[in-house]
């Protein structure tokens, strides 16, 4: 947005309704400076002390800038100790297959349910958007009953069935991007001897690389920040751990040690932070069309 | 993907004829396609909101059914202090979830218009959002410890220690803290979805009204809050639906929920692993989801009744995504 300074009026200001507008200025940069100090401040603090020795974190105030800014060992001890490269493998592992089984199954509903008219259409979309009111983690008391009968509690596999389960955000970003891709594209891929399995995944399915970098973001860091599920359902601590469990699992052998718990805390902000970097336009863009679903 | 294409389009080949008829290829990609994402709504959605409704009759454990006991556990949340408590201590996080919307529009209406450096100050704020709920409760654990990072702010600023509270330990305090860092993280969110909105307004608008010597007040209550307060409204119903199930942060700043700070949430989390009182917490589920049932269709009556008008003013992408969820496809 930007206004567009008319000199005319700008001419016309008189001395003070300009030393207000200064004031004004000087009041927005303010805030804004204000917020953001006060948004990266508790950061901040947890990053310094994360390159505090044991004795250096027990002696120096809390805000002290630490003696070596290239001394690892805290990344390390969590790295090893805290089985934080474990629990980034798993992360990752589970964060791939999630979103590439969401994009698929999720672009698939959406293209049935935006180019077919069939009876149970509406139907669909309704137990979709009802689902949402449905709050997920509410329901973990009985969705663990349904887990543990099929075998899935303790299985990686369980677990991201359960995460690709739970989406229906993703659906509906396909969902309103399919209304832009007009319906002549079909129906020229037909003419040229196309099936409806062809259109999809020849014409529409590359065409929804925007909608699925957003839903891609969207549900990994979605995925990726999740407790609650991993928590229930991974319970073998020793053997699946998610970057939430294993930080979760500081408050045990380090719960005292909060320059190597802070160690932790920066290394899984580091994905994030490379991500809100790269794909800011995404996030920001995906986040209006989630909104929506409620 | 190609090959996966190129899978599902040798299926023709063997019997063309058949699936050459449109009606059967289309009944053929409908089950196909949706029937994966079907089961997993049925299996992870409704089978399970089924149980909990069944469950929440019961007094029961994870394996054993004790008795029937009819409705006698949605009494005992209603009437029962600890229970009623978790439900009241909600009221704080939609206090918060007020002044969070006023200060992301505050933000996002100032952000909107040109700023040097902008886009730095609009990251900054929202990044938290993105921060792991666990890695908040850690950051802000230490943030708020006595004589740590809060203190030590504070004390540069020239406030001494001794005046200053326990942040956590004080049962006045500690729960407005936390709200704090339920502000802090999701204030930035409400932020970026403001601005979105705000982006879509007409821009020769503030050039008219700047014409006319509208100051930025005036421009802000004319023009740019009726045309985004259909958003405000959605964010704060999502913000108080959302205060309710408030987990994370503080479940890991207070070890548990002590000291008076048991969100509805994280008390029924100990009502069904602690207390293993699956059919009580399965009531307070089912009563967490009347609630934000109500509040839904509290929020759709507003929008048809109150903000009648308002919804043609709808930023653009949010009409679109509406009519997506309203037309029945009538096309093939």
């Known amino acids: 947005m930007t206004v567009i300074k008319n000199p005319e009026i700008q001419a016309s200001l008189t001395t003070g309704q300009r030393a207000g507008r200064a004031l004004a200025g000087f009041a927005k940069y303010f805030s804004l400076l204000l917020a953001s100090f006060i948004a990266v401040l508790p950061i901040y603090s947890c990053l310094i002390v994360a390159f505090k020795t044991d004795e250096e974190y027990a002696l120096s105030a809390p805000m002290a800038l630490p003696k070596n800014f290239l001394d690892f060992d805290n990344f390390r001890t969590v790295w090893v100790d805290g089985s934080m490269g474990k629990a980034f493998m798993t992360s990752f592992f589970v964060v791939i297959m999630v979103v590439v ?32 009111l449905i709050p997920g983690i509410a329901m973990q008391v009985t969705i663990y009953q349904i887990m543990n009968r099929f075998n899935l509690i303790n299985s990686l596999f369980g677990y991201i069935l359960l995460q690709c389960g739970t989406d229906v955000i993703s659906i509906y970003i396909f969902l309103q991007y399919f209304e832009n891709l007009p319906d002549s ?29 957003t839903v891609m973001i969207l549900k990994g860091i979605g995925v990726y920040n999740e407790y609650y599920t991993a928590n229930l359902y ?33 290394l899984t902000m580091i994905p994030i932070l490379l991500i809100f970097i790269f794909c800011q336009q995404a996030i920001y863009s995906g986040l209006a069309a989630g909104a929506v679903k409620g | 993907m190609s090959v996966q294409g190129r899978a599902l389009n040798a299926r023709p080949r063997t019997l063309r004829e058949w699936f050459a008829i449109p009606r059967v290829q289309k009944w053929f990609v409908i089950v196909t396609f949706a029937l994966v994402p079907m089961i997993l709504l049925l299996v992870f959605t409704y089978i399970p909101f089924g149980q909990m409704i069944d469950f929440s009759l019961y007094d029961r454990s994870y394996t054993k059914v004790r008795a029937y006991v009819g409705l006698k556990n949605y009494m005992r949340i209603f009437t029962k202090d600890d229970y009623f408590r978790a439900m009241l201590l909600s009221l704080y996080y939609m206090a918060g979830a007020m002044v969070q919307l006023v200060l992301a529009l505050y ?42 990072v809060l203190d030590s702010v504070l004390g540069a600023f020239g406030i001494p220690l001794e005046n200053l509270p326990y942040w956590l330990r004080d049962q006045n305090i500690n729960n407005w803290s936390l709200v704090a860092t339920s502000v802090w993280r999701y204030m930035g969110q409400n932020m970026v979805m403001f601005i979105g909105a705000i982006m879509s307004v007409d821009t020769s608008l503030y050039e008219a009204a700047e014409m006319d010597g509208a100051n930025r007040w005036e421009q802000f209550k004319y023009i740019i809050l009726p045309s985004i307060k259909t958003i405000v409204m959605l964010n704060l119903i999502l913000s108080i639906t959302g205060s309710l199930s408030a987990f994370e ?42 609630i934000i049932i109500i509040f839904t269709i509290l929020q759709k009556l507003f929008f048809r009744f109150v903000l009648k008008e308002g919804v043609d003013d709808m930023p653009k992408k949010q009409k679109k995504l509406k009519t997506v969820k309203q037309t029945t496809v009538n096309r093939r």
Do not use: W
């Open chain 2, 107 to 148: 933000f996002a209406t100032l952000l909107s218009f040109k700023t040097r450096g902008g886009n730095i100050y609009k990251g900054l704020i929202f990044f938290p959002y993105l921060i792991n709920g666990i890695a908040i409760g850690f950051i802000f654990k230490f943030f708020y410890t006595r004589g740590f």
């Open chain 2, 249 to 290: 942060p503080p479940y890991v700043i207070m070890g548990g929920g002590a000291s008076g700070t048991a969100t509805y949430f994280i008390k029924m989390h100990q009502t069904a692993y602690v207390d293993q009182k699956v059919g009580t917490a399965c009531a307070m589920a089912v009563v967490l989801m009347i």
């Open chain 1, 185 to 213: 594209l079909d129906e020229s891929a037909i003419l040229e001897g196309c099936t409806y399995y062809g259109v999809f995944f020849k014409i529409l399915f590359p065409l929804l690389r925007p909608a699925m970098v």
């Open chain 1, 101 to 132: 089984f969401s994009v698929l199954i999720g672009s698939m509903l959406a293209y049935v349910l935006n180019r077919f008219a069939f009876p149970g259409n509406g139907l669909i979309r309704n137990l979709f958007l009802f689902a949402t």
């Open chain 1, 234 to 266: 991974l319970q073998d601590k020793t053997k699946f751990v998610t970057i939430s469990t294993a930080l979760y699992s500081f408050t045990g052998p380090f719960g005292n040690r909060y320059n190597v718990i802070c160690a932790g805390v920066i």
